[in-house]
């Protein structure tokens, strides 16, 4: 059974940038769509970004676009989100998450119920 592994949290001051890694294991990488969300202190989950296998479909959140960059790295395993000029709203626990996807290359979900399998979350602070 795949398993996700997130990585790249961390304490970082208003402005400053993080890389969050999610590296899948198994060998399927390639058949699947990946997205990160997130949780706030009181909030429910939320989308922030997904990318389609083939990296050819890309979706954000509004709240994201223009700071976050979304990338996947298929011989790797490995998806990332670049986080620029984060602010403190940014505070919250980052999950990955992906779909098996046998259907178009460019199918990509943004709905957490559309995913599969979620790994167990880094924590991101962001400091005023």
């Known amino acids: 059974q795949v398993q996700l592994q997130e990585s790249g949290g961390g304490l970082v001051q208003a402005g400053g940038s993080l890389r969050l890694s999610c590296v899948a294991s198994?060998?399927?990488?390639?058949?699947?769509?990946m997205g990160w969300f997130r949780q706030g202190p009181g909030k429910e989950r939320e989308f922030v970004a997904a990318i389609s296998r083939n990296g050819g479909s890309i979706y954000y959140t509004d709240s994201v676009k223009g700071r976050f960059t979304i990338s996947r790295d298929n011989a790797k395993n490995t998806v990332y989100l670049q986080m620029n000029s984060l602010k403190p709203e940014d505070t919250a626990l980052y999950y990955c998450?992906?779909?098996?996807?046998?259907?178009?290359?460019?199918?990509?979900?943004?709905?957490?119920?559309?995913?599969?399998?979620w790994g167990q979350g880094t924590q991101v602070t962001v400091s005023p």
């Open positions: 998450a992906l779909r098996t996807s046998f259907g178009t290359v460019y199918y990509t979900p943004v709905e957490s119920h559309e995913y599969d399998r």
């Open positions: 198994g060998r399927t990488f390639t058949t699947y769509a």
